[in-house]
Nanobody, 120 residues
Framework: QVQLVESGGGLVQAGGSLRLSCSAS????????MGWYRQAPGKEREFLAT???????NYANSVKGRFTISRDNAKKVVYLQMNSLNAEDTAVYYC??????????????WGKGTLVTVSS
């Protein structure tokens, strides 16, 4: 069974930093695009950043310059380095990945999320 598991969330003071990790596991042939999203209380899920297998990145304007996405293809892990955090960054953070199962079968996979709380 393929799964994504996030880690690294927690409580941090405003102005601080956190690094989230997301690991893909299971019977995986290859992991293509990986990304991070978040959902704050009472709000819709919001795109944050994506990274291709070739390390091309794309960011939402709200986090550009503060957050950095990176990945380790061999370990099937994607990271999100978050700096200069503020209260508006409080949310559940979700990992997403396009998982290639076989040459003819792929799936869009989501993790269960990790909570980030920024205290002001």
């Amino acid at each position: 069974q393929v799964q994504l598991v996030e880690s690294g969330g927690g409580l941090v003071q405003a102005g601080g930093s956190l690094r989230l990790s997301c690991s893909a596991s299971g019977n995986i042939f290859r992991v293509n695009d990986m990304g991070w999203y978040r959902q704050a209380p009472g709000k819709e899920r919001e795109f944050l950043a994506t990274i291709t297998r070739g390390f091309s990145t794309n960011y939402a304007n709200s986090v550009k310059g503060r957050f950095t996405i990176s990945r380790d293809n061999a370990k099937k892990v994607v990271y999100l380095q978050m700096n200069s955090l503020n209260a508006e960054d409080t949310a559940v953070y979700y990992c997403n990945a396009r998982i290639i199962l076989t040459t003819t079968n792929d799936m869009d996979c989501w993790g269960k999320g990790t909570l980030v709380t920024v205290s002001s």
